[in-house]
């Protein structure tokens, strides 16, 4: 509609103002345990291995519920899908709290992992779905609580982290129980039109060749992402409050160009360039990491430039998913982020399993090489991109395919 650019996307009706603020708390998930992840390690006498297996397992069970979260949400309804969703998030961050060995809080973010696959699924379909101002003003609104939480998780697990290594769960859980209480109160969920999604659907989805390139980049850019995020912590070599305002420079880093950079980018440049662009200066920077990995202040430098760098990719990456095929975007969403969160939940055992056998900057290095990985499955799989470039999405019903659309 021609009359939404002139809504502002911030009058927004309570029930998006619940999605949304509940969304910011699931994604402070995702940064939440890297200033503790050394508290940890001490505290339940862990290596790094086991203990970057917290997001391992985070990771391998979202991934794998994507598969089947839209399948779920289109029989139960999208406001019963968020609620169970964020009714996990909360017992088993508690029982990661309450945990007392590293295995057992390893399992319990598996859980977690459950409950965030089937939030986060769900929560853009709800907020695009219940705004005002059109699709295109709901994204960015969801783009924006996407980039509050990762920006703001570290810090908060920094500063809870101080305390105890158990305070950023206990933290989440008052959070997300408060997310709850929200979604339960203001969500309206007893008229939504349910269209039953088959089970087969995603992996349907990945047979087709634009979905199929784009997730196999993803899953090779993913590792370079959550090498930088989940192993940087201990080559930092600081201690809680440190790392945590570290990853928030760099979770406000990412969020600044995800929501307003990348658009004056794609403005210029094709999806498939900005890709080939930005994918080389991410490895530069992943290497560079590993040259200065003894220097803090100069790994403190490539992590933030690399939250810059890695914010510009997941719009573009996000909304070249969006327009590849004509599935609905639910479909090419789960199918995508299975793959994509493989790569992540591999990394990070990975990146410390090579630092015990070799030296701190090989994980970097190995980063790296996932990257370029990337970039060339991109160079190679460009003819069946073709879409993603040849097609600017309107303002009508393929708005909604657009992350950050065209305000400025």
């Given at each position: 509609?021609?009359g939404?650019a002139t809504?502002s ?10 999605v949304?603020?509940?969304c ?5 998930g995702?940064?939440?345990v890297?200033?503790i992840?050394?508290?940890i ?6 290596s790094?291995v ?10 391998v ?10 399948w779920i949400?289109?029989?139960i309804?999208?406001?019963?899908t968020l609620l ?20 057992a ?5 598996a859980g977690?992992g ?7 699924s769900?929560?853009?379909a709800?907020?695009v779905?219940?705004a005002?101002?059109?699709?295109s ?18 810090l ?11 305070g ?6 008052v959070?997300?129980?408060?997310g709850?209480v929200a979604v339960?109160t ?27 390139v ?10 370079g992402f ?7 912590p ?10 945590g305002l570290?990853?928030?420079?760099w ?12 658009p ?15 994918l080389?200066?991410?490895a ?8 200065v ?7 403190v ?5 690399g939250?810059?760098?890695l ?7 996000t909304e070249?998913?969006m ?13 995508y982020s299975?793959?994509?969160f493989?790569?992540?939940a591999?990394?990070?055992p ?10 701190p ?5 190995f ?10 499955t ?15 999405a309107?303002a009508?019903?393929?708005a ?5 659309g065209?305000?400025?």
């Amino acid at each position: 509609m021609s009359g939404s650019a002139t809504v502002s996307i911030w009058r927004q009706p309570p029930q998006v103002w619940a999605v949304a603020f509940a969304c910011v708390i699931a994604f402070m998930g995702i940064g939440l345990v890297d200033p503790i992840l050394p508290a940890i390690a001490k505290s339940l006498k862990a290596s790094p291995v086991e203990t970057e297996l917290l997001f391992t397992s985070y990771l391998v069970v979202t991934g794998l519920a994507m598969l089947i979260t839209s399948w779920i949400s289109s029989r139960i309804g999208t406001k019963a899908t968020l609620l169970i969703g964020l009714g996990l998030i909360v017992v088993f961050g508690l029982l990661c709290a309450l945990s007392g060995s590293v295995d057992a809080v390893i399992g319990f973010r598996a859980g977690w992992g459950l409950g965030n696959a089937l939030f986060i699924s769900t929560a853009l379909a709800t907020i695009v779905g219940a705004a005002s101002g059109g699709s295109s003003a709901a994204i960015i609104l969801y783009e924006a609580a996407l980039g509050l939480g990762i920006a703001i998780g570290p810090l908060l697990g920094g500063i809870l982290g101080e305390i105890s290594w158990r305070g950023p769960f206990f933290g989440v859980v008052v959070l997300m129980a408060v997310g709850f209480v929200a979604v339960l109160t203001l969500l309206r969920g007893g008229d939504e039109k349910r269209t039953p999604v088959k089970l087969s659907a995603p992996f349907t989805a990945l047979t087709q060749p634009a979905l199929a390139v784009l997730a196999i980049a993803a899953l090779f850019y993913n590792i370079g992402f959550f090498v930088l995020l989940a192993y940087s912590p201990f080559p930092l070599g600081f201690g809680a409050m440190g790392i945590g305002l570290t990853f928030f420079g760099w979770g406000v880093a990412l969020a600044i160009t995800s929501v307003w950079i990348a658009p004056i980018l794609l403005r210029r440049l094709s999806r498939s360039t900005a890709m080939l662009l930005i994918l080389p200066l991410l490895a530069i920077d992943l290497l560079v990491a590993a040259v200065v990995v003894g220097t803090p202040a100069g790994l403190v430098v490539c992590i933030i430039v690399g939250g810059l760098l890695l914010g510009l990719m997941n719009t573009i990456l996000t909304e070249s998913v969006m327009e590849a095929t004509d599935l609905p975007r639910s479909v090419a969403s789960s199918a995508y982020s299975a793959v994509r969160f493989l790569g992540g939940a591999a990394a990070p055992p990975i990146a410390a399993a090579l630092a015990a056998a070799f030296t701190p900057s090989v994980p970097f290095v190995f980063a790296a090489i996932s990257v370029l990985v990337s970039a060339a499955t991109i160079l190679i799989g460009r003819r069946a991109l073709a879409r993603i470039d040849g097609h600017e999405a309107d303002a009508g019903e393929e708005a909604a395919a657009v992350l950050v659309g065209d305000a400025a």
